[in-house]
């Protein structure tokens, strides 16, 4: 049952407008959705692609207070090493095979997250709401 509620709100969230977003608290768990995905390679151009098709879990778990990230409904997950609230946004940062960063709007709830590596690069968006 708990997982069928939360089905339905990850689909709510990506069929909700901007104006009807309601924001995160910042400190609450948090259910992400990554809408968007681009990828960067050392000597060629960016793509767009499907988030399966890099193997980038649509869906998050983030807990700020635990500094605990994790796919929806799978089993990898991650530290976040450093948690930071300024100018209404957290910004979550650590390192899981490549370092990144992540942003998140306390006010309509709207990510943007960087992976960097050596050789590629990832800038991922989506949207959060508290759990």
Same mark, same amino acid.
């Given at each position: ?26 400190? @609450?768990? *948090?259910?992400?959705?990554?809408? !968007? ?11 767009? /692609?499907? =988030? ?14 635990? @500094?605990? *990230?994790?796919?929806?409904?799978? !089993? ?11 100018? /209404?946004? =957290? ?14 709007? @306390? ?25």
């Amino acid at each position: 049952m708990i997982g069928r509620i939360a089905g339905i709100a990850s689909l709510a969230l990506l069929l909700a407008p901007a104006a009807a977003l309601a924001g995160v608290n910042g400190a @609450k768990p *948090m259910l992400c959705a990554v809408t !968007e995905a681009i990828e960067c390679h050392h000597e060629s151009e960016c793509s767009r /692609g499907s =988030v399966e098709s890099m193997n980038i879990p649509p869906f998050l778990q983030i807990d700020p207070k635990q @500094k605990l *990230m994790r796919e929806h409904k799978g !089993e990898r997950k991650t530290t976040v090493q450093t948690v930071t609230e300024k100018d /209404g946004q =957290v910004v979550l940062q650590g390192f899981e095979n490549r370092a990144f960063s992540i942003s998140i709007s @306390k006010e309509t709830g709207r990510l943007t997250a960087t992976a960097t590596g050596p050789e590629a690069g990832f800038v991922l968006f989506g949207v959060c709401t508290d759990l």
